[in-house]
């Protein structure tokens, strides 16, 4: 089985990363891995998700998220449809999604990229969605389409993820 996180810790109190010169704020608890969209044979930079495994679709992002941080034009990827979540539409586009290895016991220090699969494409909130999650959300349907193992530790406050294809 090939380690894709690595005993990669989360907090039980407020903490930050910073993302294209910007401060963001993660809250407790709240599991950060980092991911690039791959787009054709192009990566975007990367950029911080909230592992959301009560979240069951593949991967959701705020457009100005995708613009400002991945710098992609939501119009310039293929659009494979919408979705309805809380009620409202919001369009689905296509691309790969990048999970970045982590250095082990570390958060943000990051070493190599595992492409995942993202079933059914992923969501995008338009721009001034009051409903639309804080960060990029990753979803349970990318981990168990991909086959990854997810093992929370509360003990020690860890997260590992794994998979045997890779």
């Known amino acids: 089985m090939s380690s894709i996180v690595r ?19 993660i809250l407790p608890f709240q ?4 991911v690039s969209l791959q787009v054709g044979d192009k990566m975007t930079p990367r950029f911080p998700a ?6 069951s679709f593949s991967f959701s992002v705020r ?9 992609i034009d939501v119009n310039s990827l293929p659009r494979a449809g919408t979705i309805e979540i809380n009620k409202r539409k919001h369009a689905v586009l296509e ?4 999970l970045y ?14 492409l995942l699969d ?8 338009a721009v001034g969605d009051a409903l639309a999650p804080r960060l990029p959300l990753l979803g349970l349907r990318t981990l168990v389409h991909n086959r990854l193992t997810t093992k929370i530790d509360g003990r020690r406050l860890l997260i590992s993820i794994s998979s045997p294809l890779f």
Not at 31 to 34: D, F, N, P
Not at 63 to 71: S, T
Not at 95 to 98: E, K, Q, V
Not at 101 to 114: F, L, M, P, Y
Request: proline letters at 5%; one cysteine or more; charged letters at 25%.
């Open 7 to 25: 005993d990669c810790p989360f907090f039980d109190r407020p903490t930050y990363v910073e993302v294209a010169g910007e401060h963001i704020d």
């Open 31 to 34: 599991i950060v891995v980092w």
């Open 50 to 55: 909230i592992l959301d495994t009560g979240n």
């Open 63 to 71: 457009e100005e998220q995708l613009n400002r941080w991945a710098q």
């Open 95 to 98: 691309a790969g999604l990048a």
């Open 101 to 114: 290895r982590n250095k082990r016991g570390q958060r943000d220090e990051v070493s190599g990229t595992t």
């Open 118 to 125: 993202l079933p059914r494409g992923f969501a995008v909130y």
